[in-house]
């Protein structure tokens, strides 16, 4: 079993890299690894609640909330990120932690491998 | 020795790190065979898979590149079969029960699910993404 950062680095929508890393990160909690989201850049875009995706594109904000029944729990936002793009205590909705750079240093450190999407 | 995976994100020609990946891959499995456990092609890293591309002669093809790494190291070249179908990089028999006439995808290269990558993730010690 492998701890794996999965680095979230780009806005959803307009580019595969949000759905296509949420997909990578529920299929390796389910073949027995570790997974955690650590929300980089514009990728804390993410986290902001009410997306209203065009029809047939999946909801990011409402599958991150459901990633805890894909035992995906440990969910990072880089602090400096998230007040870089000024994202409020009420559009951040989903359960996650902030770190600062040190922080997210170290989580990077201890992981087994880091994957960026 | 260190049995490493490698993860290509990146398309061929319009993107550097698919290269990056196929020279990294190479160096490592001529000093040691078998230090590559797979290359697994994920996001538009699929598009490496695709067996119409035609650079001209005199340009890098790195398809064949790929085809040759195989060929000299055995080293499995996997697709993440999801994204390889979305983006119309897709094998004769799924291309047959999709009612498509044409297909872009064969061997060496092989459609499997995530999983077939993070089932080998178990047996390796370095992910390297390109």
């Not at chain 1, 794996?4 to 680095?9: H, N």
């Not at chain 1, 307009?14 to 514009?42: K, M, P, Q």
């Not at chain 1, 990728?43 to 894909?70: T, Y």
């Not at chain 2, 698919?18 to 001529?30: D, G, I, N, Q, T």
Request: aromatic share 10%; charged share 20%; net charge negative.
């Amino acid at each position: 079993m492998a701890r794996i950062i999965i680095r979230m680095t780009h806005a959803p929508y307009g580019n595969a890299f949000a759905a296509e890393g949420l997909d990578f990160a529920f299929a390796a909690t389910n073949y027995g690894h570790e997974a955690v989201l650590l929300f980089e850049g514009e990728g804390v875009l993410q986290l902001k609640a009410g997306q209203q995706p065009l029809p047939g594109e999946k909801n990011q904000f409402k599958r991150l909330k459901a990633a805890p029944l894909f035992d995906v729990e440990e969910i990072y936002v880089c602090v400096e990120s998230r007040n870089a793009w000024e994202l409020s205590d009420q559009e951040l909705q989903v359960d996650c932690q902030c770190v600062n750079t040190t922080a997210l240093l170290q989580l990077l450190r201890n992981a087994d491998h880091v994957v960026t999407f | 020795m260190l049995r490493r995976t490698v993860l290509v994100t990146q398309a061929p020609y319009d993107q550097q790190g698919a290269r990056h990946a196929l020279e990294y891959s190479r160096a490592s499995l001529a000093t040691q065979p078998a230090s590559v456990a797979c290359i697994f092609f994920y996001q538009q890293g699929v598009y490496n898979a695709n067996q119409l591309l035609s650079p001209p002669t005199d340009e890098f093809n790195l398809y064949q590149q790929w085809c040759d790494l195989h060929k000299e190291f055995g080293v499995r070249l996997l697709v993440c079969i999801t994204a390889s179908i979305r983006r119309g990089i897709i094998s004769a028999s799924e291309a047959n029960s999709q009612n498509l006439s044409q297909f872009s995808l064969a061997e060496p290269f092989e459609q499997v699910g995530l999983g077939e990558f993070f089932t080998l993730l178990h047996d390796t010690d370095r992910l390297v993404q390109f």
